[in-house]
């Protein structure tokens, strides 16, 4: 019973993350768009602050990748706690394994691993550029989210052998 109710406020807790970085992810595409066609001034404060203007007069095309690496990462996050939503309403507690869960966990590895790469790749760019022009210092952390993805694929692993188990005590008469 005290397993349901965490579970439960773990749901709520995943649909409000999930939404707030639908949220991030929109505003940043859309400040950007508004940015590349017409309102310029909008790079000055393209999300909570971050001010790109330097980058936009620099290079547009070096501001639209940043931007894009930058919604690709949001986007990637809030789908994680989409799939981590998908889970929670399909998990049985009298059978918590099988096949469509396990599936689903290791897709949240994989993903995981997804956004601590490009994370990587985002903060390589921004250092590269950083050379090239001053703008504000983004905060990409995403280094966790590939130690978060090891943890994860190996609870999937351990999921799928789980899943094998019943699967062979079911048959089991």
Not at 109 to 137: C, D, E, H, P
Request: charged share 10%; glycine share 4%; aromatic share 16%.
């Amino acid at each position: 019973m005290q397993t349901e109710r965490i579970f439960y406020v773990m749901n709520i807790i995943s649909w409000i993350v999930f939404l707030g970085y639908c949220i991030k992810a929109g505003a940043i595409a859309l400040v950007s768009i508004l940015s590349l066609f017409g309102n310029s001034n909008a790079t000055e404060n393209l999300y909570m602050g971050i001010d790109l203007s330097s980058l936009f007069e620099f290079n547009t095309i070096h501001f639209s990748l940043l931007v894009l690496l930058l919604v690709i990462i949001t986007s990637l996050k809030a789908y994680v706690f989409y799939l981590l939503i998908i889970i929670f309403k399909i998990i049985n507690f009298d059978k918590p394994f099988n096949s469509s869960i396990v599936s689903l966990v290791f897709k949240i590895s994989y993903i995981s691993l997804s956004v601590g790469l490009i994370g990587i790749l985002a903060n390589s760019y921004m250092t590269w550029l950083r050379f090239k022009v001053f703008f504000t210092q983004i905060d990409i952390d995403t280094s966790a989210y590939i130690f978060m993805a090891g943890v994860i694929f190996i609870v999937a692993t351990l999921f799928n052998r789980a899943n094998e188990i019943q699967s062979e005590n079911e048959l089991t008469i």
